[in-house]
């Protein structure tokens, strides 16, 4: 019943969600990615993910499982649309929070109602992050120094910085620009 929530109670919510310090994973993805704009890439994405060797590794079942995650919802029209409304405010509670200074986790829930693997949902949930209204700074903050914060294991990763173990990834182009190529 997402298509319910009640948007006016937001701001007493989210408000005293950052004044408790609280940190907030929303796991959007695993609800919501077949309501997304970006859904069909996703699935081209995804398909051609699993006709790879690693892809191919999993069994049978679990490429089935996989391959059905980012599938056009099925079911009446008017439910899609209740579904639809549902990701938009649930989204908006979320990039409500970031906006407020809330800390928000790029959690994708891997292997729950979301069957793809890890590192697909991660950037999956980071785009529907950024599709939701978050800035592309939170959402890559989301992924790494607020994840980490929440985790306690900020002083070890989580940042760039000496002393501190990191993969680093070196892109031609600024994801502050758009975090979704």
């Known amino acids: 019943a997402y298509h319910l929530l009640d948007t006016s109670k937001y701001p007493p919510l989210i408000q005293a969600m950052v004044k408790n310090g609280m940190f907030l994973n929303p796991t959007l993805s695993d609800t919501f990615a ?3 704009k970006l859904r069909d890439e996703w699935d081209r994405f995804n398909t051609a ?3 790879t060797p690693l892809g191919k590794k999993l069994s049978e079942a679990s490429r089935r499982w996989c391959l059905a995650a980012y599938m056009p919802p099925k079911g009446e029209p008017e439910r899609i649309e209740e579904w639809k409304e549902g990701y938009r405010r649930a989204g908006l509670f979320v990039k409500e929070f970031a906006d407020a200074g809330g800390k928000v986790m790029a959690g994708p829930d891997t292997g729950g109602a979301m069957p793809v693997p890890a590192g697909i949902s991660l950037h ?3 785009q529907i992050l950024n599709e939701s209204g978050m800035k592309p700074m939170q959402v890559l903050q989301a ?3 607020w994840a980490m914060e929440a985790w306690g294991k900020s002083k070890e ?3 760039i910085e000496v002393g501190k173990r990191a993969d680093v990834v070196v892109l031609n ?3 502050l620009d758009d975090i979704d190529r």
């Open 34 to 36: 077949k309501y997304s």
């Open 49 to 51: 993910f699993m006709e």
């Open 124 to 126: 999956v949930e980071m």
């Open 143 to 145: 992924a790494t120094s």
């Open 157 to 159: 990763v989580g940042t």
């Open 173 to 175: 182009r600024n994801p």
